[in-house]
């Protein structure tokens, strides 16, 4: 119930063409999806986050589809460079006081020249 | 956005002596931390719940005499790896929450022990 399961494990992409990472949640109460972006050595970072509300958000390159009714979720990282290699988790939790994340088990993305 | 500061970035010490790793909300008030555990190539693990002036929440299979962990002020929260041995090495980090959903994380602690 409180899995979070991502795919690809890893993804290697040309330069300026679109990353595509998934996942696909089991708890149908969690109603907070972010996606965090991490390199090697820290923390990871708040990339972009929806809510069940919506179907799509965008920022900037990076833009989270929803598609609450098959309890899925996915990231699209357009015209990928260089600098987005890093590992991305996506997660889940609920809304209100901070709560805990359940963390997909990461893609590993290389975006080569 | 907000700022969590994590310290050391890294620590190597000797097998049977403790470690502690701080973690601080730089430019807010954290009411929760997170601390996670991360092995190479893996996904992060969450170690325990911190709220500050309670005791802290540990997840099962976390050892919590072995992590100690203490969160005296809104501000810092530090985790207390007792005794530690070979298999604690690890990626340790920790989040903050302020009152959100939105969790902001620490540059994390690599602990080598020998």
Known sequence: QQQVKQSPQSLIVQKGGISIINCAYENTAFDYFPWYQQFPGKGPALLIAIRPDVSEKKEGRFTISFNKSAKQFSLHIMDSQPGDSATYFCAASFTGTASKLTFGTGTRLQVTL | ??????????????????????????????????????????????????????????????????????????????????SAHPEDSSFYICSAGRGGEKLFFGSGTQLSVL
């Not at chain 2, 310290?7 to 009411?31: M, N, Y």
């Not at chain 2, 092995?39 to 072995?66: C, H, I, R, W």
Request: hydrophobic share 35%; aromatic share 10%.
């Open chain 2, 1 to 82: 956005g907000a700022v969590v500061s994590q310290h050391p970035s890294w620590v190597i010490c000797k097998s049977g002596t403790s470690v502690k790793i701080e973690c601080r909300s730089l430019d807010f008030q954290a009411t929760t931390m997170f601390w996670y555990r991360q092995f190479p190539k893996q996904s992060l693990m969450l170690m325990a719940t911190s709220n500050e002036g309670s005791k802290a929440t540990y997840e099962q299979g976390v050892e919590k005499d072995k992590f100690l962990i203490n969160h005296a002020s809104l501000t810092l929260s530090t985790l207390t790896v007792t």
